[in-house]
Nanobody, 128 residues
Framework: QLQLVESGGGLVQPGGSLRLSCAAS????????IGWFRQAPGKEREGVSC????????NYADSVKGRFFIFRDNAKNTVYLQMISLKPEDTAVYYC?????????????????????WGQGTQVTVSS
């Protein structure tokens, strides 16, 4: 069974840091394009970051560039989102996504329709 399970969300103060984890099972993560999306109350779901199969290429939303970082641990079949300098506007449910197996090792997409597999989401709240 192919599954993605997020963890690591919680309550943090503005300026704080948090690392989200996404454990994959039922497939080999390195062969898939992966990414993170988020959805805040009353807002549309938006792409935060993505990583191409093999991890060669990454993309980030303008709002998180320089603050969020996506990376993989293939030995653990897990993808991470490291978040620093968190802002209240980062508050949202964060979703791990995957698509593949993908031969496109040099690119990844930030569009919702590109991803077939979604985790259940983990809540991140940035507030004092």
């Amino acid at each position: 069974q192919l599954q993605l399970v997020e963890s690591g969300g919680g309550l943090v103060q503005p300026g704080g840091s948090l690392r989200l984890s996404c454990a994959a099972s039922g497939f080999t993560l390195d062969y898939y394009a992966i990414g993170w999306f988020r959805q805040a109350p009353g807002k549309e779901r938006e792409g935060v970051s993505c990583s191409s199969s093999g991890g060669r290429s990454t993309n980030y939303a303008d709002s998180v560039k320089g603050r969020f970082f996506i990376f993989r641990d293939n030995a653990k079949n897990t993808v991470y989102l490291q978040m620093i300098s968190l802002k209240p506007e980062d508050t949202a449910v964060y979703y791990c996504v995957a698509d593949g197996p993908s031969p496109y090792e040099d690119m990844c997409a930030m569009s919702v329709n590109e991803y077939d597999y979604w985790g259940q989401g983990t809540q991140v709240t940035v507030s004092s």
